[in-house]
């Protein structure tokens, strides 16, 4: 997730994508990092089948030179384009927390 092209990253993992993206969209959590930061905009994902190795993927990212992590955005979205922009929110039936 990131606020703007060139701006803010956010790492994280999630079971349930299109929830997770709406969550910040929404910003739930008002005091999370993502909240705070205005990070609503989806610019990269990975999808993975088993949930132990996604979050080993996620602190490995979480690891890496920001540097890195632009090149890995960039390759996929050279635009930072926010690649939830035509997904159907229905923003209605956001779980409570």
Excluded at 8 to 30: A, M, Q
Excluded at 43 to 48: A, G, K, S
Aim: hydrophobic residues 35%; contains cysteine.
């Amino acid at each position: 997730m990131s606020n703007k092209p060139q701006g803010v990253i956010y790492v994280g993992v999630t079971d349930n994508l299109l929830e997770r993206v709406k969550e910040h969209k929404l910003k739930i959590y008002p005091d999370s990092f993502t909240a705070k930061y205005n990070c609503n905009k989806l610019i990269y994902f990975e999808e993975w089948e088993d949930g132990f190795k996604a979050t080993i993927r996620e602190k490995q990212l979480k690891k890496w030179k920001r540097d890195w992590k632009v090149n890995l955005i960039e390759d996929m979205n050279p635009a930072w384009m926010d690649i939830s922009l035509n997904w159907n929110f229905n923003f209605n039936t956001i779980r409570e927390k």
